[in-house]
């Protein structure tokens, strides 16, 4: 293809290949969602872009972590990211916290980070707490108020008798005014506090030591599901601004969001993302379940009762999870599925979804084993990614440093 070519152009051409960055946080077992929300995408563009995977620990411990579990996690989940496929002549594959140019670099990246931005984080709100109901949780404190005044000062209730005195009237207002302004919003801001009391300072910055790892790279595309979106988003934001304040020393990323494998369901109840922090085991498949519990987790998928195979994520969302799972799984779109299986019953079309998910889970766990009897193999190739990585995260991190004048 190559042969009129000369050399230097075959070499423009290999190192045009767009620099990916992805990371994954080794938190426990893996389940199909993360195969097919994100590693598979990993796996599948390899060839097309220049790529590098981190195993990032150092996300991790912002919510507490067993040391020794945690080692065991990344060892896990490593060994998962090179039996899925990811080929480290192709890819490199490192460890996060073995590159302290990440750390670094997020500190210099705080810098240039509002407090704002990181509170509207999604993610943030939702494992601090913070996302509670705000609305839902001001009518409760509004009628526990209302009633215990009304208790207390045999103060005339909203809803009961009122004989329009004057002076019940002027009571009432007042009562309102109590309940629906001040009192209620001191109450909610206390609550609020006491959420962020608790919640520690690395789950609120998780964000930015997220953009370090993208930006210390030259990072143009980020792959990652749709729930990491708000974060690339952030680093975006945050490169903007570094660019604008001290001159143009990084590169602006841009997440990439494959959409058909962007969510998997839980198998349980479908309208919620499959987690492994479910307490339902049947709600997900992980990468190492043999095929009969696939099969077994797989019949007792939660469906609707109208027997028809089609694609509709309201009204049938657990058949548009399973068509979407067998989707990602052979690479054939949903709408041929739904021809192929139009006049086929649930039965026979959940066992044929778990045999393809057993199909594309069969080498993965053959080459598992393997890994399984060779963890110095896994060590070696991890160190040889962070030292591999090295070189560019050292040049980006003193261009930063420089540009924003640190150090003589
Ligand atoms: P986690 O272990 O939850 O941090 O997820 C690791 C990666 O898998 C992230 O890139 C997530 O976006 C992705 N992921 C996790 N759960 C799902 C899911 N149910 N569907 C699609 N992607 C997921
Ligand atoms: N926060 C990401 C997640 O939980 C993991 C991650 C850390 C990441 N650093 C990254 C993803 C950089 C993409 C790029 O999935």
Not at 35 to 53: M, P, T
Not at 162 to 189: A, C, P, R, S, Y
Not at 376 to 401: C, F, H, N, W, Y
Request: hydrophobic share 40%; glycine share 6%; charged share 30%.
């Amino acid at each position: 293809m190559f042969t009129n070519v000369p050399f230097p152009a075959i070499f423009i051409a290999m190192s045009n290949k767009k620099r990916v960055f992805s990371g994954i946080q080794p938190s426990g077992d893996l389940h199909i969602g993360n195969y097919l929300g994100a590693i598979v995408n990993w796996v599948r563009g390899q060839d097309a872009h220049d790529n590098i995977f981190c195993i990032v620990d150092l996300h991790a411990i912002t919510v507490p972590q067993d040391p020794n579990k945690l080692k065991a996690n990344t060892m896990e989940l490593a060994k998962v990211l090179l039996a899925s496929g990811i080929d480290p002549k192709k890819s490199t594959l490192f460890v996060q916290s073995e590159r302290p140019e990440h750390s670094e670099m997020a500190w210099i990246l705080n810098c240039f980070t509002r407090m704002g931005e990181l509170k509207k984080m999604i993610q943030y709100k939702q494992k601090s707490g913070l996302d509670v109901n705000l609305h839902v949780l001001r009518q409760f404190v509004q009628e526990k108020i209302r009633e215990e005044l009304v208790k207390n000062y045999k103060l005339p209730s909203q809803e009961g008798p009122f004989d329009g005195l004057k002076m019940e009237l002027t009571i009432q207002k007042q009562l309102d005014q109590i309940v629906n302004k001040g009192l209620v919003d001191d109450i909610l801001d206390g609550v609020i506090d006491k959420l962020e009391g608790v919640s520690t300072v690395g789950l609120f910055d998780y964000p930015v030591l997220m953009a370090g790892d993208i930006l210390l790279y030259d990072t143009e595309e980020v792959p990652v599901g749709e729930d990491q979106k708000q974060h690339v988003e952030i680093a975006r934001d945050i490169a903007q601004r570094l660019n604008k304040r001290v001159g143009k020393v990084v590169v602006v990323p841009q997440p990439v969001i494959k959409k058909e494998g962007a969510r998997i369901m839980s198998l349980t109840d479908p309208t919620k993302k499959m987690s492994k922090s479910d307490q339902n085991e049947n709600s997900y498949v992980l990468l190492r379940d043999d095929a009969e519990t696939i099969r077994k987790k797989f019949a007792r998928a939660v469906t609707d009762s109208d027997n028809k195979i089609k694609f509709d994520k309201e009204k049938k969302p657990g058949i548009s999870n399973l068509l979407n799972i067998m989707s990602v799984c052979t690479e054939i779109p949903i709408s041929d599925l739904e021809k192929k299986y139009a006049s086929s019953n649930y039965g026979q079309f959940k066992a044929d979804v778990a045999e393809c998910v057993i199909e594309m889970l069969k080498p993965i766990q053959a080459k598992l084993a393997e890994y399984d009897k060779n963890e110095d193999k896994v060590r070696k190739i991890l160190a040889d990614g962070a030292e591999a990585v090295a070189p560019r995260a050292k040049d980006t991190l003193s261009r930063v440093k420089k540009a924003v004048g640190l150090g003589l």
